[in-house]
């Protein structure tokens, strides 16, 4: 049990912090206060120490992550949050400097703290409850613990306001809500007749959704805590299959996909996807000037505009699938029009190989894209998401972002991008080399990581399917650049991969070597390489028919067929 516990100056949150653990029979209390130096302070540390039983071994230490991390399981209460923010902000001298920014390490915290797996006791000040100095170093405290606060509660099950000494529980907090109905759904299924083999799919009834570039960057990277799928749905889904007329498990992966739709949708059978929704997010790299691709960067603009008047090879998928494309400018190194470049965070990423793809203002503006994508998707009633992208050169930060996040050597993750020779080859190789230098200092922070080396495009895939899965949507991943997106949001918000499939597997060696990490299995293996999302989309009509199965198969009883045994 992860408990916050909040409340103002003798309150009586620490009291109370340590009765949540009164049954424990060693408690490791973590004080995150300096006393040297300052002998009211070392006063009352030895007061709480004396109030304290043996139970309790004290670890004096501001290394709040790294004492989580270390020992994950371990009975923990840490007093308090808000001596570990004052020092954190001294070490970075936000007090005189108002950009200097610590969101890193705040999120980084919020990781560990969303991983412990024992119990664990934070104490923490709440703001307007506490004494905050009516200046400018003040107000910055206030807000900083206003939002490390909020980031806590969402890793904790628990959230606790103490007043008086007596705790008030305080409820879960409000999650956006889902559109009351999405497309209708008759009663009975109704019969479908069959399609001609020239013939495509009905269109989907969404349209594409407005871009209108009014989004908040405010905390971004704060995701709140995700809702895994209803398993107990899963396990009516999979009785269900034992009951329909064909021999257990032998449909396969359909079986599971169409269980795991099922614990999706909250309900079985699982109901027929009517409104799935591309998003293909565009982009340029300043690595692509040097020659780390087949082809040259003017092309991304090129493509942009195919993708968005339907000519591109997703347009033709999407089509035969019955899903919606829209194509979004994150970062095209050259003007598009209006209808699609109202999230664009600059003008091309930075250079990836000095670590400065974005500063951490853009990264955040671009997560926040992503997130008003899946947003506004869902809003318009989309029942499942896919993430698209297109920019040349982006398999070289992909390439950089999955070598660092599975731990793997440049010259094991580097492919062969858009058929690229040897020379090409060593070139990008040299760049992923460079681009992982700088990379895996921020491995445990997202948020950093997508600055440094990500770009814009990807930043915003990560935003992207990181708030499907909050707003319990189902996403298909494509190839290798989404898939590299999917392992920051994973970070982002931890459990968001149980909302995905793997569309496919690249031929890109990095794609599997995501997939792996993320415990992931590609529905199709067609020797795609494209990207836009068409490894996804050609997985979609096998996901449809997982969803038919369960929804149209006859059962032994309904068919009079004799049941195995």
Not at 182 to 211: D, K, M
Not at 379 to 401: E, K, R, W, Y
Not at 459 to 486: E, H, N, W, Y
Request: glycine share 8%; hydrophobic share 45%; with cysteine.
């Amino acid at each position: 049990m992860r408990t916050l516990v909040l409340g103002g100056i003798r309150s009586g949150k620490s009291a109370y912090g340590e009765q949540l653990l009164a049954d424990a029979e060693t408690i490791r209390y973590v004080a995150t206060g300096d006393a040297a130096g300052d002998p009211a302070w070392q006063s009352r540390v030895a007061a709480h120490r004396d109030r304290r039983s043996d139970r309790y071994r004290t670890v004096e230490s501001r290394d709040l992550v790294g004492l989580l991390r270390d020992d994950p399981a371990a009975t923990t209460l840490i007093d308090d949050l808000g001596n570990w923010l004052t020092a954190m902000l001294d070490e970075v001298g936000a007090w005189d400097d108002e950009t200097a920014d610590i969101a890193d390490r705040v999120g980084d915290l919020a990781d560990a703290v969303a991983a412990f797996t024992g119990d664990l006791v934070v104490i923490s000040p709440e703001v307007g409850l506490t004494l905050v100095p009516a200046t400018s170093s003040g107000r910055r405290f206030a807000d900083e613990l206003g939002r490390l606060n909020a980031r806590i509660a969402s890793a904790c099950e628990a959230v606790t306001l103490v007043v008086a000494g007596r705790p008030l529980t305080l409820p879960e907090a409000p999650r956006p809500a889902a559109p009351e109905s999405r497309a209708p759904q008759p009663s009975t299924p109704a019969p479908v007749a069959p399609v001609p083999a020239s013939a495509e799919a009905e269109p989907s009834p969404l349209a594409p959704v407005p871009v209108d570039g009014g989004i908040d960057p405010v905390d971004a990277e704060l995701f709140p805590i995700v809702e895994l799928p209803d398993h107990q749905i899963a396990e009516q889904a999979r009785l269900r299959h034992l009951q329909l007329t064909k021999p257990a498990g032998s449909l396969g992966r359909l079986e599971d996909l169409g269980v795991w739709m099922s614990s999706c949708q909250g309900v079985c059978p699982p109901r027929t996807l009517r409104a799935p929704a591309v998003v293909v997010f565009a982009g340029d790299h300043a690595v692509a000037t040097d020659g780390v691709s087949a082809y040259p960067p003017e092309v991304t603009a090129q493509m942009v505009a195919n993708i968005a008047t339907g000519g591109a090879a997703i347009n033709v998928l999407a089509r035969r699938a019955g899903a919606v494309v829209q194509v979004v400018d994150m970062a095209v190194a050259a003007d598009t029009e209006p209808s699609v470049s109202a999230f664009k965070v600059r003008r091309g990423s930075g250079d990836l190989r000095r670590g400065e793809s974005l500063t951490l203002a853009e990264a955040r503006r671009a997560l926040a894209a992503g997130r008003a994508m899946a947003d506004r998707l869902v809003d318009a009633g989309a029942d499942l998401l896919i993430a698209g992208d297109m920019g040349i050169g982006n398999t070289t930060p992909a390439s950089v972002l999955v070598g660092t996040l599975t731990d793997r050597e440049p010259v094991v993750v580097v492919g062969r991008g858009t058929g690229i020779d040897d020379a090409t080859w060593i070139r990008k190789t040299a760049a992923i080399r460079d681009g992982m230098r700088h990379a895996r200092r921020y491995r445990n922070e997202p948020l950093a990581l997508l600055a440094a080396v990500a770009g814009a495009d990807i930043a915003a895939m990560a935003g992207f399917l990181a708030q499907a899965a909050v707003r319990k949507t189902p996403a298909l991943l494509d190839g290798m650049i989404t898939t590299s997106a999917a392992l920051v949001a994973q970070q982002l918000a931890p459990g968001a991969a149980a909302w995905w499939q793997a569309g496919h597997l690249s031929t890109e060696p990095a794609h599997k070597f995501a997939l792996d990490t993320l415990g992931l299995v590609p529905i199709i293996d067609l020797s795609l390489r494209l990207g836009e999302g068409t490894g996804a989309v050609a997985a979609l009509p096998l996901l449809a028919s997982s969803i038919d199965i369960l929804t149209d198969m006859a059962t032994f009883d309904e068919a009079g067929v004799s049941a195995g045994e």
